[in-house]
């Protein structure tokens, strides 16, 4: 079992930052790599950014150049800054992971309210 607990959401003008913490815990895959989705109401959940192992990172386009992924693998920690928030950011931001076999794991989420 892997157990994920985010933090950093909150309420924040157009134009400001947060910074999204995600805690891995259990049985952490040793080459696993880490998530952050995100879902806004009436909308799926969609891919924002992902990082392997080994640092490298996969950031959707609608965020590339204002979202920037990084992890500290000792703490088994992944984060999220955000900058240059727009209001079609709002939404709960979800971390995902996967174990050794292959089961995914989510985070319970954390509300990204951004106002114009």
């Known amino acids: 079992q892997v157990q994920l607990e985010e933090s950093g959401g909150g309420l924040v003008q157009a134009g400001g930052s947060l910074r999204l913490s995600c805690a891995a815990s259990g049985s952490i895959g040793s080459a696993n790599v880490m998530a952050w989705y995100r879902q806004a109401p009436g909308k799926q959940r969609e891919l924002v950014a992902a990082i392997t192992s080994g640092g490298g990172t996969n950031v959707a386009n609608s965020v590339k150049g204002r979202f920037t992924l990084s992890r500290d693998k000792a703490k088994n920690t992944m984060y999220l800054q955000m900058n240059s928030l727009k209001p079609e950011d709002t939404a709960v931001y979800y971390c995902?992971?996967?174990?050794?076999?292959?089961?995914?794991?989510w985070g319970q989420g954390t509300q990204v309210t951004v106002s114009s």
């Open positions: 995902k992971t996967w174990d050794d076999f292959g089961s995914a794991y």
